[in-house]
């Protein structure tokens, strides 16, 4: 899965020594970040909801974890055993359109967006101060703005944002930056239907000026961007990448 923009700008070995991990990390945009950071000589490790998921994961490089991220024991196991961290990119989440006005959905969808990334990034502090390293949270376009359909995922992405700005400005004395990447309308398999939907897939590629959906590798290389030397005076800035499509 490496990109051309991947293999083009960033040297093979750039992450080289280094442990990644990713949760939410066996499609899509995890997975791309994941296969990046192995690219670049990582190892990686991913986060996957069940046995088969971590099996298809464990195919790819990728050293699985099966795990609920809402599962404080389980994520206190995960960094327990991982070793020495340099990277923790929180990507896993969830949507649930329409039905987020159910009380019991929408605080299952701020419980995987918000808080599992609360709870991990605290819990790997004292690691990643260790190695001066970096905290990746995945947003949202919609920190920004809102939506009638998915008010807890608009909510929980927001406050994504606030989060990483405060766990910024708290972690900078131990050497551990925190970024966040807002990403577009990207063409996953979570987001294929509408993809395939002219009706609903021509109004995105029109709003969009770059006039296309995103791809997961174009995601993957801004979280190497963030976790690189390159970046080294960045904390507590969300990086957008979507084409263009919220400036409009």
């Known amino acids: 899965m490496t990109s051309e923009g991947l293999s083009a700008t960033w040297r093979p070995d750039l992450f080289s020594g280094k442990h990644v991990v990713v949760t939410g990390a066996t499609s899509g945009i995890g997975l791309a970040i994941a296969m990046a950071f192995a690219a670049l000589g990582a190892r990686v490790t991913g986060t996957a909801t069940n046995a088969t998921k971590a ?3 464990g195919t790819k490089g990728i050293a699985p974890f099966v795990a609920d991220v809402t599962d404080e024991m389980a994520m206190k196991r995960l ?3 991982c070793g020495d961290l340099d990277v923790l990119v929180n990507n896993a989440g969830m949507v649930r359109r329409v039905e987020e006005f159910q009380w019991d959905t929408f605080q299952k969808v701020m419980d995987v967006n918000l808080n599992a990334t609360a709870r991990l990034s605290f819990l790997s502090r004292e690691k990643l101060a260790a190695r001066k390293g970096a905290i990746i949270n995945i947003a949202s376009m919609l920190s920004t703005f809102g939506d009638p359909l998915v008010p807890a995922y608009a909510a929980s992405k927001g406050a994504v944002t606030q989060l990483t700005k405060s766990l910024a400005i708290a ?12 990403p577009g309308w990207i063409a996953t398999p979570l987001t294929q239907p509408l993809v395939e939907n002219a009706e609903r897939s021509g109004p995105i590629v029109g709003r969009t000026p770059m006039a296309r959906w995103g791809k997961p590798d174009e995601i993957a290389e801004g979280a190497v961007f963030l976790a690189s030397p390159a970046a080294r005076f960045m904390t507590g800035a969300t990086l957008t990448i979507d084409g263009g499509y919220s400036i409009r």
Not at 171 to 182: L, P, Q, S
Request: glycine share 6%; proline share 0%.
């Open 79 to 81: 960094i327990e055993t």
């Open 171 to 182: 972690y900078a004395a131990d050497g551990v930056r925190v970024n966040a990447i807002a």
């Open 55 to 57: 099996e298809a994961l």
